[in-house]
């Protein structure tokens, strides 16, 4: 499975940005799908997760409300749409694949994925 995220890049507090992440190699469809996120100086950490179906989200405290995660089974796509970003969501924004599905226990563990794509840079200034 390949993951491939883009759609990062310098934007001002307030703004809006929209993370796409391509998958290809296996059916789509049959994996969870998360957002991790690593802040200069900082350890990685969850942002957002979805399951296979988009039935359910998750998400960290500190982006509930602003960020969205979604999905298309039809075009291999996840998307991170962020809203009223801050500086603190600067950060390396990295999309992950788990085999299966998450639960509301497991999602923001990263050993649960199993694939991870490589990051896109999104910066906030203030």
């Known amino acids: 499975v390949q993951l491939q995220a883009f759609g990062g890049g310098l934007v001002q507090a307030g703004d809006s940005l929209r993370l796409s992440c391509a998958v290809s190699g296996r059916t789509f469809s049959n994996y969870a799908m998360g957002w991790f996120r690593q802040g200069p100086g900082k350890e990685r950490e969850v942002v957002a997760a979805?399951?296979?179906?988009?039935?359910?989200?998750y998400y960290r405290d500190s982006v509930k409300g602003r960020f969205t995660i979604s999905r298309d089974n039809t075009k291999n796509a996840v998307y991170l749409q962020m809203s009223s970003l801050k500086p603190e969501d600067t950060a390396v924004y990295y999309c992950?694949?788990?085999?299966?599905?998450?639960?509301?226990?497991?999602?923001?563990?990263?050993?649960?994925?199993?694939?991870w794509g490589q990051g896109t840079q999104v910066t906030v200034s203030s």
């Open positions: 979805i399951t296979w179906s988009g039935g359910s989200q």
């Open positions: 992950a694949a788990r085999t299966g599905t998450v639960y509301s226990g497991s999602w923001f563990r990263e050993r649960e994925y199993d694939y």
